[in-house]
């Protein structure tokens, strides 16, 4: 059986990695974006082994056409990755309400979105990998909104996975702490830059190896990666004073920072 995985977010980083994997692993790829010249790039470099459609995560027809132009080409879904996102800065007395909504509707809504356009064509025995984050175990200032949408993902791929598993259908999330991708560029209003990077980085290339890994075995449920960003969910989940009282410094000397900038 031809082994389908349709990919959101494939025009950069993990997303764009995701499908280097798959196809030297056998599988074939269906996937959006919303950047054309970047998936006109990409479906030329990838040719018969992918099909490229420009669709915002956010609009429901355009995922549903993305889905199926896949799925005319290359049959049943065997995986989704849900991987499209972006981040989002400020404390959050800086933002207004329509940030934090802008953010929910990417990376928390555009994964129902396409958890739903995916649902008709699942083949049996299909996976779910959810890219969310360490910040769905970790609350950080200046990354607050951020955070509560990955915490919520972890909370609806919890769920998914116990609804859908009678179906045969399995879900997992994958949770990297900080890797070099365009993410930190991709800021959300004119002149806004993300410059807290914490921690060394993993390559895009590095958590593809794993996501492709968890849909090809349909498991482990969840990836925390690397081992530091793993320890650091866990000693904050065990710890939630110490923790904040780390985070706060580091706040605080971002507050500094800019105060110098300025
Ligand atoms: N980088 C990190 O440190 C890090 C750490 C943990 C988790 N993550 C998660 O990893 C995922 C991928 O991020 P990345 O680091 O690979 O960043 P990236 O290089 O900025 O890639 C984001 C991808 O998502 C696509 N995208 C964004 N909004 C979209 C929308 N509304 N509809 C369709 N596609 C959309 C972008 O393409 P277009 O602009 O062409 O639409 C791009 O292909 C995100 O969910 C992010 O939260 C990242």
């Not at 200032?141 to 919890?158: D, F, N, S, W």
């Not at 939630?240 to 105060?259: C, S, T």
Request: proline content about 4%; aromatic content about 8%; charged content about 25%.
């Amino acid at each position: 059986m031809i082994k389908h995985v349709f990919i959101t977010g494939i025009t950069s980083g993990i997303g764009r990695a995701c499908i280097e994997r798959a196809i030297k692993k056998g599988w074939v790829v269906s996937g959006c974006a919303r950047r054309q010249e970047e998936l006109d790039k990409i479906q030329e470099r990838f040719g018969n082994d992918i099909v490229c459609t420009r669709a915002d995560v956010c609009n429901e027809e355009e995922l549903a056409q993305a889905v199926a132009r896949g799925v005319e080409k290359f049959g049943p879904i065997r995986a989704l990755i849900a991987n499209a996102g972006r981040g989002v800065d400020g404390e959050l007395l800086e933002l207004d309400v329509d940030d934090i909504h802008a953010v929910f509707d990417t990376n928390v809504y555009g994964v129902h979105r396409s958890v739903l356009a995916c649902k008709k064509y699942f083949a049996e025995k299909a996976a779910v990998v959810v890219v969310s984050s360490v910040a769905g175990y970790l609350s950080i200032p200046r990354m607050g909104a951020y955070c509560a949408t990955k915490h919520a993902l972890e909370a609806y791929v919890a769920a998914l996975r116990m609804e859908l598993r009678d179906k045969g259908i399995a879900v997992m999330s994958m949770c990297p702490g900080t890797v070099s991708t365009n993410f930190f560029e991709a800021a959300p209003k004119p002149g806004q830059v993300w410059d807290w990077r914490p921690g060394s980085n993993l390559t895009p290339a590095q958590v593809a190896k794993v996501i492709m890994r968890q849909a090809e075995n349909r498991g482990p449920r969840r990836v925390v990666m690397p081992w530091f960003a793993r320890m650091a969910a866990a000693a904050y989940r065990v710890f939630p004073g110490l923790g904040e009282l780390i985070m706060r410094r580091a706040l605080k000397k971002m507050r500094l920072k800019e105060k110098d900038i300025k």
